[in-house]
């Protein structure tokens, strides 16, 4: 499976970004990561092939996660950024669906800065 991220960018607190991501071939699960700088990479939103959506806390309220299956493309609108957002997001995609999301397969990462 391959994915292709595109959408990140330079932009100021309180700014809006939308990431997306298209996938070669249709899987259930649907989400995305980011790794800040010297942090672990960690989740920030998953998706499945039904709708059924989870956030880390750190987005809630602000990020929203959406899909496509049709094209097998997954979108996520980051609203209300913080500098603490700044990190390469990475779109990521599981065959099945568990208690957390795995990341059987990974883009290539798309950086996001929000500057204070």
């Known amino acids: 499976v391959q994915l292709q991220a595109s959408g990140g960018g330079l932009v100021q607190a309180g700014g809006s970004l939308n990431l997306s991501c298209a996938a070669s071939e249709r899987t259930f699960v649907m989400g995305w990561f980011r790794q800040a700088p010297g942090k672990d990479r960690e989740f920030v939103a998953r998706i499945t092939w039904t709708g059924n959506i989870k956030y880390a806390d750190s987005v809630k309220g602000r990020f929203t996660i959406s899909r496509d299956n049709a094209k097998n493309t997954v979108n996520l609108q980051m609203n209300s950024l913080k500098p603490e957002d700044t990190a390469v997001y990475y779109c990521?995609?599981?065959?099945?669906?568990?208690?957390?999301?795995?990341?059987?397969?990974w883009g290539q990462g798309t950086l996001v800065t929000v500057s204070s």
């Open positions: 990521a995609l599981d065959r099945g669906l568990g208690a957390t999301m795995r990341g059987d397969y």
